[in-house]
């Protein structure tokens, strides 16, 4: 018997203020729809976030995805020019360059692509 198969996986982020979740996910370039009445969508690309509140900063469980994308250099750029908080994207071992983002409720939005050349250490 074939194993049933995963078609996709959406990731949900725990957050404390879902207006404020659906604005800073709007600057990181995702579009954002109402779910429930207790939930929303962040949609960029082939990737959908559910951003479910809890209603209380301390619960917010601090989940983390990671984005391979085209350009981590790019997407990083978009985000500082969004005034986002950004760490790198610095070249690792394996020949990627990687960054990370926290979106206020301490989810960590992990991204990276290839080292192109005029990056590498």
């Known amino acids: 018997m074939e194993p049933v198969r995963i078609a996709h996986v959406d990731p949900i982020f725990a957050v404390a203020d879902l207006d404020r979740s659906r604005d800073h996910y709007q600057k990181m370039g995702f579009s954002t729809s109402e779910g429930s009445a207790a939930d929303a969508f962040a949609r960029r690309g082939d990737l959908t976030i559910r951003l479910a509140p809890t209603g209380d900063s301390a619960v917010a469980s601090g989940a983390s995805i990671y984005l391979h994308v085209d350009d981590a250099d790019e997407l990083a750029r978009s985000w500082r020019l969004a005034g986002l908080e950004i760490v790198g994207p610095d070249t690792t071992e394996r020949g990627q360059r990687e960054g990370s983002h926290r979106d206020p409720d301490?989810?960590?939005?992990?991204?990276?692509?290839?080292?192109?050349?005029a990056h590498q250490v």
């Open 106 to 117: 301490r989810n960590l939005v992990r991204f990276g692509s290839p080292a192109r050349a």
